[in-house]
């Protein structure tokens, strides 16, 4: 099974905090994942991405660990991952964010340093 492991560094808010932000803060977040998931696509060494992972038309399952100090609630929690969820898209990890392409857990786990964990693999 193709798989693609990465941390991602960036903080993500809480749906709650990113509801509220005006539009500058909100593009402002999502072009830093957006330039952070194209650096790691772009830094890899050949093969790491195996051949035709990227841009495929294929169903995946997109696996998001977060670890944060407070834990949310379960829609706050999916719906946070949003701008996270659209940088893995233009960085071509996955064809498309519907249900139809991509099969999405998201986990949280209550640690001292906020964290994020993502895995990408083939179904």
């Keep these: 099974m193709t798989q693609i492991f990465?941390?991602?560094f960036t903080p993500i808010p809480t749906?709650?905090?990113l509801l509220h932000m005006c539009w500058q803060a909100k593009k402002?977040?999502?072009?830093?994942?957006?330039?952070e998931l194209g650096a790691f696509v772009l830094?890899?060494?050949?093969?790491?991405i195996p051949p035709g992972f990227r841009g495929a038309k294929k169903k995946r399952v997109l696996q998001i660990t977060l670890h944060?100090?407070?834990?949310?609630d379960p829609d706050n929690l999916v719906g946070s991952c949003k701008p996270l969820i659209?940088?893995?898209?233009?960085?071509?990890?996955?064809?498309?964010d519907?249900?139809?392409w991509i099969t999405l857990k998201v986990n949280q786990i209550?640690?001292?340093?906020?964290?994020?964990?993502?895995?990408?693999?083939g179904q």
């Excluded at 402002?28 to 330039?35: E, I, M």
């Design 86 to 96: 659209d940088a893995i898209k233009k960085a071509g990890l996955i064809y498309d």
């Design 68 to 72: 944060r100090k407070k834990l949310q």
């Design 43 to 48: 830094s890899q060494n050949p093969g790491e």
């Design 6 to 8: 990465f941390e991602v």
């Design 98 to 100: 519907s249900s139809e």
């Design 15 to 17: 749906l709650n905090k």
């Design 28 to 35: 402002r977040l999502q072009d830093k994942l957006n330039l």
């Design 110 to 121: 209550q640690a001292k340093a906020e964290t994020i964990f993502v895995e990408v693999r």
